[in-house]
């Protein structure tokens, strides 16, 4: 894996919690909005909708340059508009970077011809 793979899967990976918690904090002020005469409707809308048009952007730019099949890319995509799918993300992006990392340094070691 290239620096440049290796940053945009950073970049998902670092966008993915933050923007799972902004969905949470955004259906939690959505029910005390109905329910309570607080209103943070606007500012987490606002708030989730920007984390959200990142992860679709970083996303997009990880499946470029990954080469994900669409499965995969399906897959990470279908979690972002999941309450807690962000959190399943990061941690399926945290092992692929990780089962990246020790693939290059077994292709640089020598121990296999990958």
């Known amino acids: 894996m290239d620096i440049k793979t290796a940053t945009a899967l950073r970049r998902l990976r ?3 919690a933050p923007e799972a918690v902004s ?9 005390l909005k109905r329910t309570t005469d607080f209103n943070a ?12 048009i990142l992860y679709v952007i970083f996303w997009a730019d ?10 995969t890319a399906a897959l990470y995509f279908v979690l ?10 990061d941690r399926r992006l945290k092992r692929e970077a990780e089962d990246a990392v020790i693939a290059t340094r077994a292709r640089k070691e020598g121990i296999v011809n990958a």
Request: charged fraction near 5%; glycine fraction near 10%; charge should be positive.
């Open 14 to 16: 670092l966008v993915s």
């Open 23 to 31: 969905f949470l904090l955004l259906l939690v002020c959505s029910v």
């Open 41 to 52: 409707v606007p500012v987490m809308g606002a708030v989730h909708g920007v984390l959200f």
């Open 62 to 71: 990880a499946w470029n340059r990954a080469k994900w099949p669409l499965k």
């Open 80 to 89: 972002s508009v999941l309450p807690t799918g962000g959190f399943f993300a």
